[in-house]
């Protein structure tokens, strides 16, 4: 695991399949914590609103795992897929292409939270 001041270093241009999969999987638990922490926040802010009708209900963790942590889980594991893709396929050499593609991600989950909470 890295910490969080090595969360956007780039990876090695050079590196192999395995090096790839380890520099995002890494970072893997500073992602379902930092959509989880998002999730909480505007579960929170819905409940306040008044929206009582999932975040009140036994259900509301099956839910979040199954309607949201799965699923962007999954788009993470998509995030090294396309990284060997780029890097072994098409032979582009960009290091910062995984930090790139980690903050582009994370802010697109972020954005997904938005739609599943208030929808």
Same mark, same amino acid.
């Not at 992602?31 to 409940?47: C, D, E, G, P, R």
């Given at each position: 695991? @890295?910490?969080?001041?090595n969360?956007?270093?780039?990876?090695?241009?050079?590196? #192999?399949a395995?090096?790839i999969?380890?520099w995002?999987?890494?970072?893997?638990?500073?992602?379902?914590?930092l959509t989880?922490?998002?999730?909480?926040?505007?579960?929170? @802010?819905s409940?306040?609103?008044?929206n009582?009708l999932?975040?009140? #209900?036994?259900?509301m963790?099956? #839910?979040?795992?199954l309607?949201?942590?799965?699923?962007?889980n999954?788009?993470? #594991?998509?995030g090294?897929?396309?990284d060997?893709i780029?890097?072994?396929?098409?032979?582009?050499?960009w290091?910062?292409?995984?930090?790139?593609?980690?903050?582009?991600?994370?802010?697109?989950?972020?954005?997904?939270i938005?739609? @599943?909470?208030?929808?």
């Amino acid at each position: 695991m @890295v910490g969080p001041r090595n969360l956007f270093a780039k990876s090695d241009p050079e590196s #192999t399949a395995g090096a790839i999969i380890r520099w995002w999987e890494a970072r893997r638990l500073h992602y379902n914590v930092l959509t989880l922490a998002w999730a909480l926040l505007w579960a929170s @802010v819905s409940y306040v609103r008044g929206n009582h009708l999932w975040t009140a #209900t036994v259900l509301m963790i099956p #839910t979040y795992l199954l309607a949201v942590q799965l699923p962007a889980n999954i788009w993470y #594991t998509g995030g090294w897929i396309f990284d060997l893709i780029l890097k072994r396929v098409f032979k582009l050499r960009w290091p910062g292409f995984g930090p790139w593609a980690f903050a582009l991600g994370t802010a697109l989950s972020f954005l997904f939270i938005l739609v @599943v909470v208030f929808l």
